[in-house]
């Protein structure tokens, strides 16, 4: 089983970027699509971002097109969210998962603890 960590969350100003890593272990990324998905407080959980095992293919929700941009490094066994262009909107706490299904980016039911990304007005 593969166990993610998320980090690099924090408080910041409208407009301004952070750098999500979201670090795995115990199996290798590359044998797995990737997500980021984010909760905000009394929201659903909802999907962010996508990449292929290989990081050819992406996706991204509308709302963050432009904006955001996912990436690995398959030998570092690392994934990343790019976050630019940040709004109150994007407040959350910020997931990665392993997708079981890339056509309905479909996380498997398994969560780690997340990192926090607040962004002031």
């Known amino acids: 089983q593969v166990q993610l960590v998320e980090s690099g969350g924090g408080l910041v100003q409208t407009g301004g970027s952070l750098r999500l890593p979201c670090a795995a272990s115990?199996?290798?990324?590359?044998?797995?699509?990737m997500g980021w998905f984010r909760q905000a407080p009394g929201k659903e959980r909802e999907f962010v971002a996508a990449?292929?095992?290989?990081?050819?293919?992406?996706a991204y929700a509308d709302s963050v097109k432009g904006r955001f941009t996912i990436s690995r490094d398959n030998a570092k066994n690392t994934m990343y969210l790019q976050m630019n262009s940040l709004k109150p909107e994007d407040t959350a706490v910020y997931y990665c998962?392993?997708?079981?299904?890339?056509?309905?980016?479909?996380?498997?039911?398994?969560w780690g603890q997340g990192t926090q990304v607040t962004v002031s007005s």
């Open positions: 115990g199996r290798t990324l590359s044998s797995y699509a």
């Open positions: 998962n392993v997708l079981s299904d890339w056509g309905t980016k479909k996380p498997y039911d398994y």
């Open positions: 990449i292929t095992r290989s990081g050819v293919l992406l």
